[in-house]
T-cell receptor
């Protein structure tokens, strides 16, 4: 599976959009980009995933560059409850064995 | 989304005892489940893959005789930490694979194990 690179930490003001970047320059053509988050002392929560096209659901939007070497997770209106570690993972789509990197600690500030 | 229930949420045990953790997929059948371990301020590390009706596949460095995995039904996998020691204290998380058009992993809420 391709490796990902994410900033260690980010801050965001409550109510503003949180944009979390992820680099995955060695991604293969059949690999999806998955985003999960983990709130302290809880199991990871699925957020969104995509292959080529941008995706949006009730939680977030996922913007994938045309060359697929990077992506951005967007939380449109961050709340304090969005404070968590966000993991960007690339996987072949079977999602069988996700490999978690170090993720980005997002802190939403009041 | 799909629900994966993990019990107990936390457990404290004496050194040398065994602890069983259950992972259930409540609204879907999961032929494959995974067990992770997470130490403080670290990421999740895969311990083993649990397949219904067959033996689990362990990651390198994980002792299969110490971490017993049973996946006897399509909705239940158990992890038993045998003869627990303080160094086994960790946050254990299970996940279940839901087969849809795109397979997705859903995670349990985790079990904090403290071995005294």
């Amino acid at each position: 599976d391709a490796k990902t690179t994410q900033p260690t930490s980010m801050d965001c003001a409550e109510g503003r959009a949180a944009n979390l970047p992820c680099n995955h320059s060695t991604i293969s053509g059949n690999e999806y980009v998955y985003w999960y988050r983990q709130i302290h002392s809880q199991g990871p929560q699925y957020i969104i995933h995509g292959l080529k096209n941008n995706e949006t659901n009730e939680m977030a939007s996922l913007i994938i560059t045309e060359d697929r070497k990077s992506s951005t997770l967007i939380l449109p209106h961050a709340t304090l409850r969005d404070t968590a570690v966000y993991y960007c993972i690339v996987d072949s789509g079977s999602a069988r064995q996700l490999t978690f990197g170090s993720g980005t600690q997002l802190t939403v500030l009041p | 989304g799909a629900v994966v229930s993990q019990h107990p949420s936390w457990v404290i045990c004496k050194s040398g005892t065994s602890v069983k953790i259950e992972c259930r997929s409540l609204d879907f059948q999961a032929t494959t489940m995974f067990w992770y371990r997470q130490f403080p301020k670290q990421s999740l590390m895969l311990m083993a893959t649990s397949n219904e009706g067959s033996k689990a596949t362990y990651e390198q460095g994980v002792e299969k005789d110490k971490f017993l995995i049973n996946h006897a039904s399509l909705t239940l996998s158990t992890l038993t930490v045998t003869s627990a020691h303080p160094e086994d204290s960790s946050f254990y998380i299970c996940s279940a694979l839901k087969r849809t058009t795109n397979e997705k992993l859903f995670f349990g809420s985790g079990t904090q194990l403290s071995v005294l």
